[in-house]
């Protein structure tokens, strides 16, 4: 029977264990179950012009949740997929089995819509983080949110008060609690903590970089005289008149997998020779970045690199599987720029039961095609083009229509392949066909004397264009009729916000000038005097 006395001695021996486990809880399952599904959001608030848009929200949510584990847990979370379209969830720095890192096609097959898709992996660090869809473009609008990862007391590195008062500051819901701090509701202008001389007019203001960072503690990577180091450099170009991105000239499907094995150094040198910076992230690893800080060198997954930058930086290869390393700009990373990193002699990934197919769904992305076309509806003729092309092909077509036979009547193919690294040559073939009305004895001759067929002219022809400074576009054309053409030609000049200008002239004595005014992303007025038909005005539909 239980008396006042029995009570008290078993509370004052529970007392210890209840305090204990106030700050340490057993390691245990962490369950989240995450429903994928279609919304609409309004950008920028309410305010007038402001028009709902899609998005994709996360339990009803964006961001998406907030999930926190404890070091020793193991995260057991469901994705429920209700879009009408695949999707994927990667763990970004996150060390886990490779079959859970989340890239389609790589490490998983895409989350069928109307399906459920489990991840299930062990929580072996701690620190904040985020995951986010792998998927398109699915990031950018609304698949993205925290992670938290708390020490164990237990860990010989946990600082007593200050971990234990982040802990704390963490709501149920993942939430951070302001705790009476100036921190409320999370809207804390991070910009005037940083740079607090930024708001003061001060104009001596350091800007934060690489190579002020310094682990705390020592990062050195094994020294073993019979250890490998594999010593691979990237340079990292493109082109951003065409929006085109590769690592050393080449897209992830052109490219064979990087092999590297396991326990060996992988050193990398990078070097940005394009005109944009590019976040490079590596999945699965912290890499070390050689700034200079010896054996106290940073450890990160993503590093920043500027144009005409180079970095080097190495990890110790660890894991097993195949390990994405690419750009973190969605736009980027789409249209090629990456690597695989792949281990020899890794077991089969069983989330990927027919590899071959993964991988031509993979390559897909940066081969895919790109449909753009405009149309001039104006007052004396219609003209426009469509253009068709992808990383390295181009398939366009140019016409221009007269109202009456004196005008004529001209459509112009050219199928072409960028080259070189950083694509301003495209050697391409082409087919030319022409109308226009002459008199009895007027006739036409280019600058070389060769006679003008212009009146009744199918040839096909042989060229190239190539891409001169100012982005003026350089071409040269031999036609099967013998007829020899050059020409320069600039579009798009930007003049103001929504005014353009465009040029042309070329050797069959053919010239044009106009402008455009910008109404919207689609829809436009032109005005442009051409040599053949004149001076018209219009309007300019775009797609």
Wanted: glycine share 8%; hydrophobic share 35%.
């Amino acid at each position: 029977m239980w008396n006042a006395s029995s009570i008290f001695i078993f509370l004052v021996f529970l007392t210890p264990v209840f305090a204990q486990l106030k700050h340490h809880t057993m390691p245990k399952v962490v369950r989240y179950d995450l429903y994928v599904r279609d919304t609409t959001v309004t950008f920028g608030g309410t305010s007038p012009g402001k028009k709902p848009r899609r998005a994709i929200a996360v339990n009803g949510q964006i961001p998406m949740p907030t999930l926190t584990f404890a070091e020793g847990d193991t995260a057991e979370i469901y994705v429920h997929n209700e879009l009408s379209e695949e999707t994927s969830l990667h763990w970004h720095g996150l060390f886990l089995p490779n079959q859970y890192d989340g890239v389609p096609n790589l490490t998983q097959m895409p989350i069928k819509p109307h399906t459920t898709h489990l991840y299930r992996f062990p929580i072996i660090q701690n620190g904040t983080h985020w995951y986010h869809s792998h998927t398109g473009l699915q990031e950018q609008i609304g698949m993205y949110g925290s992670m938290i990862l708390n020490k164990r007391s237990t860990d010989s590195t946990f600082r007593t008060g200050i971990d234990d008062m982040m802990n704390g500051m963490m709501k149920m819901n993942g939430n951070l609690d302001d705790m009476g701090m100036s921190m409320s509701l999370n809207q804390m202008d991070m910009n005037t903590v940083m740079y607090p001389e930024a708001s003061s007019g001060a104009k001596d203001i350091v800007t934060l970089n690489y190579a002020m960072l310094k682990s705390p503690t020592k990062t050195t990577l094994p020294t073993v005289p019979s250890l490998r180091v594999k010593e691979l450099f990237f340079e990292l170009s493109g082109n951003m008149n065409r929006y085109v991105w590769s690592i050393d000239n080449k897209v992830v499907s052109e490219t064979d997998k990087i092999l590297i094995k396991k326990d060996e150094i992988v050193r990398i040198t990078i070097h940005n020779g394009s005109m944009m910076r590019h976040p490079m992230h590596l999945h699965g690893h912290d890499f070390r970045v050689l700034n200079g800080q010896g054996d106290y060198s940073p450890l990160k997954n993503v590093i920043d690199i500027m144009p005409m930058e180079t970095d080097t930086l190495e990890f110790a290869a660890t894991e097993s599987g195949d390990w994405f390393f690419h750009c973190h700009i969605l736009y980027h990373m789409m249209a090629g720029m990456g690597r695989v990193f792949s281990y020899e002699n890794s077991p089969p990934n069983p989330e990927i039961p027919n590899p071959k197919l993964a991988q031509r769904k993979l390559f897909a992305d940066d081969r895919a095609f790109h449909t753009m076309a405009e149309n001039d509806f104006a007052t004396n003729g219609n003209d426009g083009e469509l253009m068709v092309s992808n990383t390295r092909w181009s398939i366009g077509t140019e016409w221009r229509l007269g109202y009456h036979d004196r005008h004529g009547y001209e459509t112009e193919t050219h199928i072409g392949r960028y080259i070189g690294k950083m694509q301003w040559l495209m050697p391409f073939i082409g087919f030319d066909w022409r109308y226009r009305k002459l008199g009895i004895d007027e006739q036409e001759k280019n600058i070389f004397g060769q006679r003008n067929t212009k009146d009744n002219r199918a040839v096909l022809s042989l060229g190239v264009n190539y891409t001169l400074p100012m982005l003026i576009t350089a071409q040269a054309e031999v036609f099967t009729d013998g007829i020899v053409r050059f020409q320069l030609e600039r579009k798009d000049i930007p003049l103001s916000k929504r005014l353009r200008m465009s040029w042309m002239v070329n050797t069959d004595k053919e010239y044009m000038a106009g402008f455009q005014y910008i109404v919207g992303k689609n829809l436009g007025f032109s005005t442009h005097y051409d040599s053949d038909m004149g001076f018209g005005v219009g309007l300019m539909i775009k797609y």
